[in-house]
């Protein structure tokens, strides 16, 4: 069984930054798909970052070039940095594992980005 711990959630004004973490146990993480995934109050939960085992990665319009996800296969942990926040990034971030056709969530970080 995989779990999904995520970390670094909070508040922030408007052109500030945070970093999430997204520590992942078990023995598969080097061979997953991570990703980071959004759900804003009253909308569906979309796709923010993805990145494979290779490092290649993709991110939604709305945050290229302010996010940036990244992998530590030693530690087993993939991360999220996230600069020039704007209040519409407000939202619980989830941490996704994709692996062999199966799926872990995370239980989700809150991000708030307000003056």
């Known amino acids: 069984q995989v779990q999904l711990v995520e970390s670094g959630g909070g508040l922030v004004q408007p052109g500030g930054s945070l970093r999430l973490s997204c520590a992942a146990s078990?023995?598969?993480?080097?061979?997953?798909?991570m990703g980071w995934y959004r759900q804003a109050p009253g909308k569906q939960r979309e796709l923010v970052a993805v990145?494979?085992?290779?490092?290649?990665?993709n991110y939604a319009d709305s945050v290229k070039g302010r996010f940036t996800i990244s992998r530590d296969n030693f530690k087993n942990t993939v991360y999220l940095q996230m600069n020039s926040l704007k209040p519409e990034d407000t939202a619980v971030y989830y941490c996704n594992l994709a692996v062999v056709g199966l799926e872990y969530w995370g239980q989700g970080t809150q991000v708030t980005v307000s003056s």
């Open positions: 078990g023995s598969i993480f080097s061979i997953s798909v």
């Open positions: 990145i494979t085992t290779g490092g290649s990665t």
